[in-house]
């Protein structure tokens, strides 16, 4: 998709069918559907029917989608926990699950556990497919509502400064907004994360030759003063064979209100993808700062109400 107004019947199964013009479509569309009356929405996508299949928990990710697709006037057929809700429980594949789904629908967006299960889903599936998280591969679609949050603050994507905490290893979030930054220039990104979840040296390298400078770090005290985001993340539990391990490493670096105040600019935005299990203190969801309960979280259906529209309309 190296066309900004190639949308039209596509998959969106990562970051990388993107380029700055098609990127900057999607916000031009978002940002226009935020200020679009709820009438005139509702007769976007009348008739049209998207498919919702969820192999992993979700609200967020689910629940923006959903509340979409509804809002530009659509309806969804919808199988959260498939395993248990549909013929997967009786050995179905996930081919054959879509090529059912495909008879009702209109697109698909789908959530599985196992990376590489999206695009066997859609080289099976006639119609369009979105990626909503594909095991520790990539979720595209929060990494443009990242990327979008971003933008609506700072008006740019370049000459940016972030941090990201956690989970570097098998955060998807992380990898798809470091693809998605890396296709502009001069932004650094440091890195936070314990030893046993640091960035693997194949996307570590991956991401480098493509430009963005990545700093990795080993405590609190070296985060910058200046950063224009910091991108919390949460320990990966549903990652770990060892659940001992997990609990060792869960809470390795926590958001406080005092580190707020000690590093942060005027300016940070603090963003996280959620959900949060401990690592930022309730105390800082009040700060101004702090978009991961309020812009970041309504961006997410923007965002992919924008897809649906650019997609499903010629």
């Not at 992993?56 to 689910?62: G, K, L, N, W």
């Not at 013929?87 to 209109?106: A, F, H, L, N, P």
Request: with cysteine; net charge positive.
């Amino acid at each position: 998709m190296k066309n900004s107004e190639i949308f039209f019947g596509k998959d969106i199964l990562s970051l990388d069918q993107f380029d700055k013009r098609s990127i900057e479509k999607v916000f031009a569309t978002a940002a226009k559907i935020k200020k679009t009356s709820t009438k005139k929405l509702l007769r976007t996508l009348t008739g049209k029917v998207a498919g919702l299949l969820f192999f992993e928990p979700s609200t967020r990710t689910f629940s923006s989608n959903s509340a979409g697709f509804k809002r530009l006037g659509g309806q969804t057929v919808e199988h959260q926990n498939p395993n248990v809700t549909s013929s997967t429980v009786k050995g179905e594949t996930i081919e054959d699950t879509v090529r059912m789904m495909e008879q009702y629908c209109d697109l698909l967006v789908i959530r599985h556990p196992i990376k590489g299960t999206l695009e066997i889903a859609a080289n099976a599936s006639s119609v369009p497919v979105i990626n909503a998280g594909d095991g520790i591969g990539e979720h595209p679609t929060q990494a443009l509502l990242d990327m979008f949050t971003i933008w609506e603050k700072f008006k740019t994507l370049t000459n940016l400064k972030g941090l990201m905490v956690g989970d570097m290893l098998n955060g998807r979030t992380v990898h798809s907004l470091i693809r998605g930054l890396s296709m502009y220039p001069n932004n650094t990104i440091y890195l936070l994360s314990p030893k046993q979840l640091k960035l693997s040296r194949e996307e570590f390298d991956l991401y480098t030759k493509r430009g963005i400078n990545l700093i990795e770090i080993d405590s609190i005290d070296q985060i910058p003063s200046d950063c224009h985001f910091w991108y919390w993340t949460r320990v990966q539990k549903e990652r770990f064979a060892d659940k001992k391990e997990y609990e060792r490493l869960k809470l390795s670096f926590i958001l406080t209100k005092k580190l707020v105040s000690k590093k942060a600019g005027k300016d940070t935005l603090l963003m996280h993808p959620l959900p949060r299990v401990g690592e930022i203190e309730t105390a800082v969801d009040s700060d101004p700062r702090a978009v991961y309960l309020t812009t970041e979280a309504r961006n997410g259906m923007y965002v992919r109400m924008a897809l649906f529209s650019l997609i499903l309309k010629s």
